[in-house]
């Protein structure tokens, strides 16, 4: 199984900075099926990015994703009110797919 | 038209056993791989497996072979997901999500979720 580990656990920023959220695999992961999701309370998760670095239908540009083999990154470049949520990295690549253990984006 | 539609919310008592439904519309049915994925109260995401609702094929975690199964009913395009010897571990929000034409796809939406509460 491969484990997803995501840091940091918390991140305090304000209106307008940039975010970076990592996401660390145990082992490789193939052609980097890498998804990132976000959610808010009380709601199910929202797809962002996909494939690493290719955004979803309807994700503003802001968002930006990298990474290959065991290190991918999403950035929020000027965070928006709406951003502040917890973000989860995903690997459907390998069974069992796994989820990272979540970052959130707090205001500070 | 809401994609995917759950059942509602669930109170059980340890050792039942819980069958949630997920109802897709506003596309081919059988197209599209569909996931099921829970998340514990304050806890992060935990997929369960999938169903091809082309041919019924499931690949599910280890963790929940032998406790879950996963079946669809093609004539009401409708996925289900039976959880059986309920712990209190099992109190979560069960999300049903679709996902790509193939298996190497990833989960593009979810449902609204269905809450089970396993308890005494």
């Known amino acids: 199984e491969i484990v997803l580990t995501q840091s940091p656990g918390t991140l305090s920023l304000s209106p307008g900075e940039r975010a970076t959220l990592s996401c660390r695999a145990s082992?490789?992961?193939?052609?980097?099926?890498l998804a990132w999701f976000q959610q808010k309370p009380g709601q199910p998760p929202r797809l962002l990015m996909y494939?690493?670095?290719t955004r979803a239908s309807g994700i503003p540009d802001r968002f930006s994703g990298s990474g290959s083999g065991t290190d991918f990154t999403l950035a929020i470049s000027g965070l928006e009110p709406e951003d502040f949520a917890v973000y989860y990295c995903?690997?459907?690549?390998?069974?069992?797919?796994?989820f990272g253990q979540g970052t959130k984006v707090e205001i500070k | 038209q809401v994609p995917l539609v759950q059942s509602g919310p669930e109170v059980t008592k340890p050792g039942a056993s819980v069958k949630i439904s997920c109802k897709a519309s506003?596309?081919?049915?059988?197209?599209?791989?569909i996931h099921w994925v829970r998340q514990a109260p304050g806890q992060g995401l935990e997929w369960i497996g999938w169903?091809?609702?082309?041919?019924?094929?499931?690949n599910l975690a280890q963790k929940f072979q032998g406790r879950v199964t996963m079946t669809r009913d093609m004539s009401i395009s409708t996925t289900y997901m039976e959880l059986t010897r309920l712990t209190s571990d099992d109190t979560a929000v069960y999300y049903c999500?679709?996902?790509?034409?193939?298996?190497?796809?990833?989960?593009?939406?979810w449902g609204q979720g269905a809450l089970v509460t396993v308890s005494s």
């Open positions: 169903i091809n609702p082309n041919n019924g094929g499931t």
């Open positions: 995903h690997q459907y690549g390998s069974s069992p797919q796994t």
């Open positions: 494939g690493a670095s």
């Open positions: 506003g596309y081919h049915f059988n197209a599209y791989y």
């Open positions: 082992q490789s992961i193939n052609n980097n099926y």
């Open positions: 999500a679709k996902g790509g034409a193939v298996v190497r796809e990833c989960i593009v939406l």
